[in-house]
């Protein structure tokens, strides 16, 4: 059974994966794998971009999505015979038998189905299917292949070192078959100045503890007066900033997205 990791901190949002994966599949009929994919307004591999943060503490993740080729997948259910489950995992639309099903594309939770208007046939990533069956040069997904810093993938699972790895939306119950390192959790950032001698503190202790008091994440001001409490997660806190007899406290939530203070007096 087939597996796709992808490291999140390796990913360095050059789109080579979604340039692959469109040379692949514009204007070259794969069938019975899949139709072409038209030049525009289709992502069967999607590098989605997330600012997080406030300025001066702004952190930017890249974040390649593609069909999780699920084992509880809600588009099979959805397709009645026209989407299937191939015996190396990946899940497929049939061309053919999925012709008119415009409703495939909002079984999908991932968003990873596109409607092609012009073949009136709902169109994923298959998984680069034809390359792994065919006697091809490159019998890999080409979205593997183009990626040059490794941050993309493909093999047999009893192969790949899923250890650390999580799977994207758990919640949505689909069990998918990609896996990722590095999912972006949650900071806290910030800047601690001396607003009476107006200079950065270096060495402040920034305590972040839950609402039940138990302590979350612990750090202290760096040369420059910046402190980072990462890998939250999403939920209230009180941050407590410390440094010599000055004390501050402050309520912050991460529910929502990570927290970017800027600059805080501790007087
Ligand atoms: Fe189906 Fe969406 Fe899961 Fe892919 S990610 S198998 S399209 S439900
Ligand atoms: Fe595109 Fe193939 Fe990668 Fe799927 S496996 S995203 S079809 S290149």
Redesign the pocket.
């Known amino acids: 059974m087939k597996v796709f990791v992808i490291n999140i901190d390796k990913c360095v949002g050059c789109h080579g994966c979604q340039v692959g994966c469109k040379d692949e599949h514009c204007g070259n009929d794969w069938s019975p794998y899949a139709k072409p994919q038209p030049e525009i307004g289709q992502f069967w591999i999607k590098v989605n971009q997330q600012e997080r943060g406030a300025k001066p503490h702004v952190k930017v993740t890249y974040f390649p999505v593609l069909?999780?080729?699920?084992d509880n997948?809600?588009?099979?259910k959805a397709g009645r015979g026209a989407?299937y489950k191939r015996e190396d995992g990946l899940?497929l639309i049939d061309p053919d038998k999925a012709k008119g099903m415009k409703q495939l594309v909002d079984?999908?939770?991932?968003h990873?189905?596109y409607w092609n208007e012009q073949e009136q046939l709902p169109q994923?990533?298959t998984g680069c299917a034809h390359l792994l069956d065919g006697d091809h040069p490159i019998s890999v997904p080409r979205c593997f292949d183009n990626c040059q810093v490794g941050a993309i993938l493909f093999g047999e699972e009893s192969e790949m070192d899923l250890q650390g790895t999580e799977i994207f939306h758990p919640e949505y119950g689909?069990k998918?078959r990609v896996y990722y390192r590095g999912l972006p959790k949650r900071f806290v950032a910030g800047t601690i100045y001396d607003p009476a001698a107006k200079e950065v503190i270096i060495g402040a202790r920034c305590t972040l503890n839950s609402v039940d008091g138990k302590v979350a994440a612990i750090a202290e001001t760096n040369n420059y007066g910046d402190f980072w409490l990462r890998n939250l997660p999403e939920d209230d806190f009180t941050l407590t900033v410390t440094a010599g007899k000055k004390t501050k406290i402050l309520n912050v939530s991460t529910k929502e997205m990570d927290i970017g203070l800027g600059d805080v007096p501790l007087a």
């Not at 069909?67 to 699920?70: N, S």
């Open positions: 069909c999780q080729h699920c997948a809600p588009c099979i989407v899940v079984s999908c939770p991932y990873a189905i994923k990533c689909t998918p």
